[in-house]
């Protein structure tokens, strides 16, 4: 089974830049998050979708930050313009849906993102 | 707002030794997770706890869920240097309105095992 995945590996931008990630999920996986893990800390929910629909995007910078999940299964998360505060991995990961059964969710490798 | 706290952060332990992580978390939940993290790699997940008193283990490691304290355990026996990776808990709350829930981790125990 493939995992989830997500490109590209590393990016390197200039503060007021603009860059974006994609994501493909687990075939199958209605539902999809992108997670922001600064250096030294936990994975933070950024947004997440249930098919093509946005569950939750409370902690989403709605100023700099968008994503959309066309068609219910890739996903993209822009981030325009970066701030430096903005350097950090991006992790999307992606899951069957969240019921009562606690469904494990399955995490890409992620993007290192640097804003210089 | 739902607070994760683990403890230790840093934990240098000898192989062969016993050793306990802790998970804390401030709001009513039954489920949570405990993932592993290895450096420059991503999360893979190592328990899935689901009820009060809920026991999980795999190899050296064992994780228990005790709902009423808010507190959740991961327990390695007797480690090897393999162990050596950042391990994270994370909380599953409903969110409310959605029908969903949402997943909220600590910020991890980075643990080393020494030869």
Redesign the interface.
């Known amino acids: 089974e493939a995992g989830v995945a997500q490109s590209p590996r590393y990016k390197i931008i200039e503060k007021r830049q603009s860059v974006a990630f994609w994501c493909n999920p687990i075939s199958g996986h209605a539902t999809l998050y992108w997670y922001q893990q600064i250096l030294g800390q936990g994975p933070k929910l950024l947004i997440q979708f249930q098919n093509n629909g946005v569950v939750d995007d409370s902690q989403l910078p709605k100023d700099r930050f968008s994503a959309e999940r066309l068609k219910g299964v890739d996903s993209t998360l822009k981030i325009q313009p970066a701030k430096l505060e903005d350097s950090a991995v991006y992790l999307c990961a992606s899951s069957q849906v969240r019921g009562h059964a606690g469904e494990k969710l399955f995490f890409g490798s992620g993007t290192q993102l640097s804003v210089l | 707002e739902l607070k ?1 706290e683990q403890n230790p952060l840093f934990l240098s332990m000898q192989e062969g030794k016993n050793y306990t992580i802790y998970c804390n978390y401030s709001t009513t939940s039954d ?1 949570l ?1 405990w993932y592993r993290q290895d450096p420059g ?5 190592l328990f ?1 706890l ?1 009820s009060n008193g809920a026991v999980k283990q795999e190899g050296r490691l064992m994780a228990s869920l005790d709902t009423k304290a808010r507190l959740s355990t991961l327990h390695i026996t007797a480690a090897v240097h393999d162990l050596s990776a950042t391990y ?1 808990c ?1 909380v ?1 709350i409903p ?1 409310s309105g ?1 029908g ?9 125990t980075k643990l080393s095992v020494i030869p």
């Open positions: 994760v489920r997770y790699k991503s999360l893979e997940s899935v689901l994270f994370a599953d969110y959605a969903s829930y949402q997943l909220t981790f600590g910020k991890g």
